[in-house]
């Protein structure tokens, strides 16, 4: 049975295997702005959110020098790696099957326009998108504004909605806009932390995930 009309998808750690490369990123940028050094625990517990936000989260009211400088070295590191990205196995092939059977699908990410269109360009799956949300657009996750613009862009009710992502923030968004809301436990956290904010479905790899999506759209 169709069950949704649109299908968001949050980027990092969802599509892209990059929890990595943002993580280390992330802990480089911290010691070369003097700031206390970062577990890769602790590095990776902010993915989902925007940068200004995540250092926020990170270090507090750090003064803007300092903050700035660590965005400008957390930039740097990430970009020069970025075209090394992969995508996780299968994920592509789901994306394109869904729009294949007339799902629209979006993005909402964490991510800058500048990252998200260079990956969307990287990945080839621009194509299969209706529209996509960064944090350039929209205040940073866990607020509803991006799930709450493509739903009025796309013209989809929030209980035919599903939100797909990796992290708490993703979770706590689908939840704060109305949508359904679905775990992935194959990123930047873990099932037994994604729990506590009361997913609708888990999924621990994208094979389950795909078989599960294509009976539902």
């Not at 993005?107 to 080839?124: D, E, I, M």
């Not at 299969?128 to 013209?155: G, I, R, W, Y």
Request: aromatic share 8%; net charge negative.
């Amino acid at each position: 049975m169709k069950q949704f009309d649109l299908i968001v998808w949050d980027w990092d750690g969802t599509i892209a295997d990059s929890t990595g490369m943002i993580t280390q990123a992330l802990i480089k940028a911290a010691t070369e702005a003097g700031l206390p050094p970062l577990s890769d625990a602790r590095a990776r517990s902010i993915i989902g959110l925007g940068l200004r936000e995540s250092i926020e989260v990170l270090y507090g009211a750090i003064p803007q020098d300092q903050a700035q400088a660590l965005a400008a070295h957390y930039h740097r590191h990430y970009y020069a790696g970025e075209n090394q990205i992969l995508l996780f196995s299968g994920i592509a092939e789901t994306i394109a099957a869904i729009h294949r059977k007339g799902c629209k699908q979006a993005v909402a990410t964490g991510k800058g326009r500048r990252g998200l269109n260079t990956a969307l360009q990287l990945s080839g799956l621009s194509r299969n998108f209706s529209a996509t949300k960064t944090v350039d657009e929209c205040f940073s996750k866990p607020h509803p504004q991006m799930l709450d613009e493509l739903m009025d862009e796309l013209v989809v009710m929030p209980e035919r909605t599903l939100m797909i992502g990796d992290s708490q923030y993703d979770m706590q968004m689908g939840k704060n806009a109305g949508v359904v809301t679905a775990a992935v436990t194959y990123g930047s956290q873990t099932a037994t932390h994604l729990q506590q904010y009361s997913p609708d479905y888990m999924f621990h790899d994208v094979a389950t995930l795909s078989t599960w999506l294509l009976e539902t759209v």
